[in-house]
């Protein structure tokens, strides 16, 4: 029978497929990278992208916290030597799920309905299409404190067996990617 940490990274990584495979598919249409059709402060003509270019931010808020159960289920298997490494892991995840899930939420919860209802005042700093507004920056964040929880993670693996080694190599990676 498979443990439930087992279910979580089942799900954790089907549900990283899918979030991805939405991400790719509804990139925003501003910053640095964009080519053509570019959206431009104050972001205030991007009501036609609604509700399309905000979906991978449902199945991203559920992977933060899939990734914070993850991150519980392999402190709760850690050797006794090696919890201390765990536990620091444990609290980066928590932050980066605390700090995604608000980000996303907000776009979700406020910038969507205020876009809608043509309520543009200030959303500039907030909007996804801003690469220099407050969503990039605490979405940084997150992501960082999502690689500082990796690397510790990785830690928590001392290479016994080759799955072992494996797991704190891809893990250590995941924190340098």
């Avoid at 036609?48 to 270019?53: K, M, R, S």
């Avoid at 914070?68 to 850690?78: E, F, K, S, T, Y």
Wanted: glycine share 6%.
């Amino acid at each position: 029978m498979f443990s439930f940490g087992f279910w979580v990274a089942v799900a954790t990584a089907l549900t990283t497929a899918v979030a991805l495979a939405i991400a790719v598919n509804t990139l925003p249409m501003s910053g640095p990278f964009c080519t053509a059709n570019c959206v431009t402060y104050p972001y205030a003509d991007v009501v036609g992208l609604v509700p399309h270019d905000y979906i991978w931010m449902y199945p991203a808020t559920l992977l933060a916290s899939l990734f914070l159960v993850l991150m519980a289920c392999i402190h709760n298997c850690a050797a006794a030597n090696r919890k201390l490494y765990s536990r620091i892991g444990l609290c980066f995840a928590a932050m980066a799920t605390t700090i995604l899930s608000i980000d996303y939420y907000i776009q979700l919860a406020m910038v969507q309905p205020s876009l809608l209802k043509g309520e543009l005042e200030g959303l500039a700093l907030i909007s996804q299409y801003n690469p220099h507004g407050i969503f990039i920056a605490l979405e940084e964040l997150g992501y960082l404190m999502m690689s500082l929880a990796f690397l510790f993670m990785g830690l928590v693996f001392v290479g016994r067996s080759k799955l072992e080694r494996s797991l704190r190599w891809l893990l250590i990676l995941s924190a340098a990617l």
